[in-house]
């Protein structure tokens, strides 16, 4: 049976200020204190980080630093010590579930996985919410915006995430797998549209 190793990278920010507040007031009314919304721009900095997940299994957190994420990187950085040890313990029925950013399609990325005989998921395009490991990363993000107190600095905040990646627990995230059949269903039927998801 396929064994689908869903990964990816996510931004997490000190200051996560990615929810809209939608504030009802009546005419006249728009600098009342009660009404304002106090938010800091840029997010105070962030912390990108990559993980994978698949049925019974996970990798540990990887904190991406020293700027941004390349083909390069990905290979020497996230797969050759983290996704081809998980492919090889795996076995045969190994399968990749990456997205379709440049760094993850580049050539020598494609080179690569060839030579390690790691087979890939063709993506669709625009398709996020087809990935499990994005409903990972939406619960991580509530439980560290839950804290209290919450991180106000990066280190904080990379302890944070941490911790409570690990409070996740792989029966949720063996459900969250489990239910894109379910979700891949649903996106066809409202041909690609917005789904409750």
Same mark, same amino acid.
């Given at each position: ?28 009314s728009?600098?009342n204190?009660?009404f ?27 904190i ?27 076995? =045969? ?11 993850h %399609? &580049?050539? @020598?990325? +494609?080179?690569?996985?060839?030579e390690e005989?790691?087979v ?25 915006? =839950? ?11 990379? %302890? &944070?995430? @941490?911790? +409570? ?33």
């Amino acid at each position: 049976m396929e064994q689908f190793f869903s990964s990816d990278e996510s931004r997490f920010s000190v200051h996560p200020d990615n929810r809209r507040i939608f504030i009802w007031r009546y005419r006249g009314s728009r600098n009342n204190p009660a009404f304002m919304h106090e938010s800091v721009r840029f997010g105070g900095g962030g912390v990108l980080m990559y993980g994978g997940i698949s049925i019974d299994g996970r990798t540990v957190l990887y904190i991406i630093r020293d700027g941004p994420l390349t083909a390069r990187r990905y290979r020497d950085e996230i797969l050759r010590p983290s996704v081809v040890p998980y492919a090889a313990a795996m076995g =045969d029925d190994f399968i990749l579930m990456d997205d379709n950013c440049w760094p993850h %399609r &580049a050539n @020598l990325v +494609e080179d690569f996985l060839l030579e390690e005989g790691i087979v890939r998921v063709e993506w669709p395009a625009c398709s996020p919410d087809m990935n499990p490991i994005e409903h990972v990363w939406d619960a991580l993000g509530r439980q560290v915006a =839950d804290r209290q107190p919450p991180p106000h600095t990066l280190q904080e905040l990379e %302890r &944070a995430l @941490l911790e +409570e990646s690990d409070r996740i627990s792989q029966l949720v995230i063996n459900s969250i797998i489990d239910s894109m059949p379910q979700r891949c269903s649903t996106l066809l039927a409202v041909r690609g549209n917005h789904t409750f998801y």
